[in-house]
């Protein structure tokens, strides 16, 4: 499963990196939002909670579907801005169709119910559908869609003044602290493209990015690979792509991959000693190498002690080639280790891969 960004014939210089005052501000929503995925800043969001004023608690809560599941496209500039003033000012720029549907994927849950149709401000229809798979979320988001079509200008006009409120309520003050963590990763981002080139940058950015070339001739194809849950494919055209760092979204990697929007890509910062993240098609090969009933009875043998294919077919009263077939997916899913003693192998449950693939497992769902 991945996002793939065909950037053939794109010149390097337009990717672009630098750090956003909305995107930060929207990840930090996100947390306040959706605490569980971000264990490490749970003292932060419980100190910004308790401090929120009624009025803007109550306000956040109004738009939370904005940022909680997902994000919003319009809340991830193509062109960063150095305030969120400025920033908020190109939002306002944007036409209401354009910002309603994209503020619908969010509030109703899903990236195609308005996919290729008519707009909801225009096409009865259309309205009918996000209302009604609005209303299947909730009745919140049903209100809030509903308030959205038949008022769009009001919706946005309070919604920014809502994002407002949060500078002297919190975000000022993280802001001010982390920009320097933010300017420091784009540094180094910067240096990593002069000396090394575009793909162990890209790498940099997240083990769970790639670049793929395609070689032959006129046909030859450059493409951004995201080790994503969604299967997408979108275009960065002649526009670009932008890439923004961010403090508070690990451990998320927020993609904008709409069509007509310019790829944005929400990435956290780079933490020193962190382990790479695991592929999901990894965690997958796993989960599928575990499922099987013999399978698990000899994870469980293997889990109480080193054993030959021998102990093992005698013990569960199979063959020998059978075992070593079954053995061989285990170990290739990353799950058994094996040391050679004399004329025997003798293979053992990895228990810190084990251990550890419930983590990997959320860490790739969110990612």
Request: hydrophobic share 45%; with cysteine; charged share 25%.
């Amino acid at each position: 499963m991945s996002l793939v960004v065909d950037i053939t014939g794109l010149p390097e210089e337009r990717l672009l990196f630098a750090a956003s005052p909305l995107a930060e501000l929207t990840a930090m929503l996100h947390v306040l939002a959706a605490p569980p995925h971000h264990p490490s800043s749970g003292p932060w969001a419980a100190r910004v909670r308790a401090g929120l004023g009624a009025e803007l608690a109550e306000r956040l809560g109004e738009a939370e579907f904005l940022w909680r599941s997902s994000r919003a496209d319009f809340l991830l500039p193509p062109h960063p801005a150095a305030t969120l003033e400025e920033e908020l000012d190109a939002v306002d720029a944007i036409e209401d169709a354009r910002f309603v549907s994209a503020a619908l994927v969010t509030t109703c849950g899903s990236d195609r119910v308005l996919f290729g149709t008519p707009s909801p401000l225009d096409d009865t229809g259309t309205r009918d559908r996000a209302l009604e798979r609005a209303q299947a979320r909730g009745p919140a988001q049903a209100a809030f869609a509903e308030r959205l079509m038949d008022d769009p200008r009001a919706v946005r006009a309070r919604l920014r003044r809502t994002l407002e409120a949060c500078g002297p309520a919190f975000f000022d003050a993280a802001w001010h602290r982390i920009r320097p963590q933010l300017a420091a990763d784009l540094r180094h981002k910067a240096e990593l493209r002069a000396r090394r080139g575009l793909a162990d940058m890209l790498h940099a950015v997240s083990a769970a990015i790639s670049v793929e070339t395609t070689p032959g001739g006129s046909g030859a194809r450059r493409r951004i690979v995201v080790d994503k849950l969604q299967d997408n494919t979108t275009g960065a055209a002649g526009d670009g792509v932008t890439f923004i760092p961010s403090v508070f979204g690990d451990p998320h990697l927020v993609c904008v991959h709409a069509p007509g929007w310019r790829p944005v890509l929400q990435y956290p910062v780079a933490v020193p000693d962190a382990a790479a993240p695991v592929p999901m098609a990894v965690v997958a090969r796993r989960l599928e190498a575990l499922a099987h009933p013999v399978r698990l009875r000899l994870v469980r043998t293997l889990a109480r002690g080193p054993h030959t294919t021998g102990e093992l077919a005698t013990a569960w009263e199979l063959t020998a080639p059978e075992v070593s077939r079954h053995l061989a997916v285990l170990r290739r899913a990353g799950l058994l280790s094996a040391e050679r003693r004399g004329r025997y192998v003798h293979y053992e449950l990895d228990s810190s891969v084990t251990a550890s693939l419930g983590a990997d497992l959320l860490e790739a769902v969110l990612r």
